[in-house]
């Protein structure tokens, strides 16, 4: 790979005659000395140096966050991890700033038309819909120019134009993708890499899409530890302290490795977590070229842009051109936004991998983790019969809906307000499903109620905010982030806010009776 500054220094001497030695001047008046300088204040490599106390930070980093044997597991030492591989983290930056290879982005808006243009030449087709600008909170999305009806096919893109796990293979780091044991195994990492490398690459078939990319994302990643502050009491916040550790350890491991090569000058910490949101916030699986039973990790270019709203999944992927083929999930009238579905997601999920938070989610549910006292007489009485219905893990979820406890929450509650005799008659009894239907009342069932009033009223009490204070931030902010955290904390709430309400409705039913 040619290093960029010396490209376009290459590039500005054949165009301009220094082949013939002279001294050209620009139309501005500007030496091709003159430019040099100017280039060298925009792309400058890490002096020696700072070169051996950045690894030096790094190395600890990469201790730090590689404690497999001993992870903290009580959130206060979770956060107190945080803080030390934040900390070491900042101290990267600190080290990286003002040292850089790496390439600016141009501003969006003026990325769009030659974007469209290159589609267009890879032989995209795009019916009825243009890039458009909608404001801070969305950024850059889709708008329908004409009346779309439910079905129409509105995006139409060759798999020539997509990035994807793919094309990282035959590009200059295929040989990394096929030895190296991190990027063997993970996929999402490697289209990560991949990306990372075309920004920054002189030739690049992608630069007019990689050129309409956000600059930044709303992802944990970017987010001070006062931010994720805001996510205390929510159990989005355990996520998004391993999300931050992951990243920082990867970014620790590819430091090390590309230590030799010319593509540590573009390993930084904030072209790292730039090249990982973007694959995070955008990427989609597509069928393998070869037409097996594999998906892929792809970047799909113009499609990407779509914003979520609820609906149907509206996206297929046409073999027989080895296109990717975007339908209209509803009717949309002349100037409204074209939006797609994003999937069956809850918006812990949309926080931690999309950077947004969806109030109207219908899917929407929050994580609950239980588990059987080790000092409880009877955990292994227990054990075995959640085992017998093939309850294993100790996650569980609230959702959002009329009735928010499923049967595996039900069936997991009701063995755990068993006494002994009660275990002994269920695990002689012919079937244990009737402890995972909820519709069906069981005699341990007001205990049943009764915990989770208990359980949820606690877990609303763990926030630091009411939900009367989430409401009035919500009115007053300006901040994106705040916003954001405040619509999750708000959402979380009323789930459990409406638990609370079925529980005691049918703790009224069983006294009634």
């Known amino acids: 790979q040619t290093c960029l500054i010396h490209f376009i220094k290459r590039h500005l001497s054949l165009t301009m005659g220094r082949k013939t030695q002279k001294k050209v001047k620009q139309k501005g008046g500007m030496s091709i000395n003159g430019l040099d300088a100017e280039l060298s204040g925009l792309f400058k490599t890490l002096p020696p140096i700072k070169r051996a106390e950045l690894t030096k930070v790094v190395e600890k980093l990469f201790k730090v966050s590689s404690n497999f044997a001993s992870e903290p597991t009580t959130p206060a030492k979770q956060w107190q991890e945080f803080q030390e591989i934040a900390s070491l983290i900042e101290k990267v930056q600190e080290i990286e700033s003002g040292y850089s290879m790496c390439r600016q982005l141009p501003d969006r808006k003026s990325a769009i038309k030659p974007f469209q243009a290159w589609l267009s030449d890879l032989g995209a087709v795009i019916k009825n819909v243009e890039?458009?600008?909608?404001g801070e909170q969305q950024g850059l999305g889709l708008r329908v120019t004409e009346d779309v009806a439910e079905g129409d096919e509105v995006i139409r893109i060759p798999q020539k134009a997509m990035m994807s796990v793919e094309t990282a293979r035959t590009s200059s780091i295929g040989f990394l993708v096929e030895r190296d044991p991190?990027?063997?195994?993970?996929?999402?990492?490697?289209?990560?890499?991949?990306?990372?490398v075309e920004k920054n690459s002189p030739a690049s078939v992608w630069e007019p899409y990689?050129?309409?990319?956000?600059?930044?994302y709303n992802t944990v990643l970017y987010f001070t530890p006062a931010q994720l502050e805001g996510l205390r009491g929510s159990p989005v916040l355990e996520d998004a302290l391993k999300q931050y550790k992951f990243v920082a350890r990867q970014y620790a491991y590819f430091y090390k490795l590309f230590s030799n090569n010319m593509l540590k000058d573009y390993m930084t910490f904030d072209e790292y977590r730039w090249a990982v949101s973007t694959v995070m916030t955008r990427q989609n699986l597509l069928p393998a070229k070869d037409g097996g039973e594999k998906e892929i990790n792809t970047l799909i270019p113009f499609w990407d842009l779509a914003n979520h709203d609820q609906g149907?999944?509206?996206?297929?992927?046409d073999p027989s051109t080895s296109e990717?083929?975007?339908y209209a999930h509803r009717s949309?009238?002349?100037?409204?936004?074209?939006?797609?579905f994003y999937g069956i997601r809850a918006n812990c999920d949309l926080f931690i991998h999309n950077g947004f938070v969806f109030p109207d989610n219908q899917e929407d549910c929050l994580t609950l983790r239980l588990g059987i006292a080790k000092t409880d007489p009877l955990a292994s009485s227990r054990l075995n019969l959640l085992e017998k219905l093939g309850i294993s893990s100790q996650k569980f979820y609230l959702r959002r809906t009329a009735e928010p406890m499923d049967g595996r929450l039900m069936a997991f509650l009701r063995i755990l307000q068993l006494d002994a005799q009660q275990i002994n008659q269920w695990q002689e009894a012919e079937s244990c499903d009737p402890l995972l239907d909820i519709d069906t009342r069981i005699g341990v069932d007001g205990k049943v109620m009764q915990y989770m009033i208990t359980r949820a009223a606690l877990l609303l009490r763990a926030y630091p905010t009411?939900?009367?204070?989430?409401?009035?931030?919500?009115?007053?902010?300006?901040d994106e982030i705040e916003r954001m955290t405040?619509?999750?904390?708000?959402?979380?709430?009323?789930?459990?806010?409406?638990?609370v309400a079925y529980c005691e409705n049918i703790l009224k039913a069983i006294q009634s009776k």
């Open 312 to 317: 149907k999944v509206s996206t297929d992927y």
């Open 210 to 216: 990689i050129n309409i990319l956000p600059h930044s």
């Open 332 to 340: 949309f009238s002349k100037g409204e936004q074209l939006t797609i």
């Open 182 to 196: 991190l990027l063997k195994t993970m996929p999402n990492v490697v289209l990560s890499i991949h990306l990372l």
């Open 486 to 499: 405040c619509q999750l904390r708000l959402c979380e709430k009323r789930i459990l806010v409406n638990c």
């Open 131 to 134: 890039v458009s600008d909608f």
């Open 324 to 326: 990717s083929v975007c």
């Open 466 to 478: 009411t939900l009367e204070q989430d409401q009035a931030t919500l009115k007053e902010t300006k």
